[in-house]
């Protein structure tokens, strides 16, 4: 399962990127992922190599994150320090592009947070068997 780091954040800081649902959905189709179910306030999307997102809709009907989903594998799921160095790998491709996290967060499971003009970028632990890369207005 492999997310195209570089051309989700080429998308992100063209000029002609909006938060729509719209662009959303051809973002998440170039990268392979299709609509697989929709809930209140969450469509999710998955691709047949088992890549998964959840672009979250607030009040108005407009998307405000997409979430990428990576499972924590079960060994170390219960050692803080073995999750925290698996954020930091699942972080690398975001560093290896944009240098630096603008923040990052030494808490349980530790978290990265990269700014860009049309969106926040996040890896950080969502649950206790997943890390997240959150794209977020």
Do not use: Q
Request: charge should be neutral; glycine fraction near 8%; hydrophobic fraction near 45%.
């Amino acid at each position: 399962m492999l997310l195209d780091v570089r051309f989700l954040l080429e998308m992100l800081g063209a000029a002609a990127w909006t938060w729509t649902m719209e662009a959303c959905e051809r973002l998440l189709a170039h990268l392979g992922l299709r609509e697989s179910e929709a809930a209140r306030g969450r469509r999710d999307f998955r691709a047949p190599s088992g890549l998964m997102a959840s672009v979250h809709i607030g009040a108005d009907g407009s998307p405000t994150s997409i979430e990428f989903p990576f499972e924590v594998p079960l060994p170390i799921r219960t050692h803080p320090r073995d999750v925290a160095r698996f954020v930091d790998l699942t972080a690398r491709p975001v560093n290896a592009i944009l240098g630096e996290p603008t923040a990052a967060n030494g808490a349980s499971g530790g978290s990265r947070c990269w700014i860009l003009p049309a969106a926040r970028i996040a890896v950080e632990r969502s649950s206790g068997d997943t890390v997240s890369l959150i794209v977020a207005r």
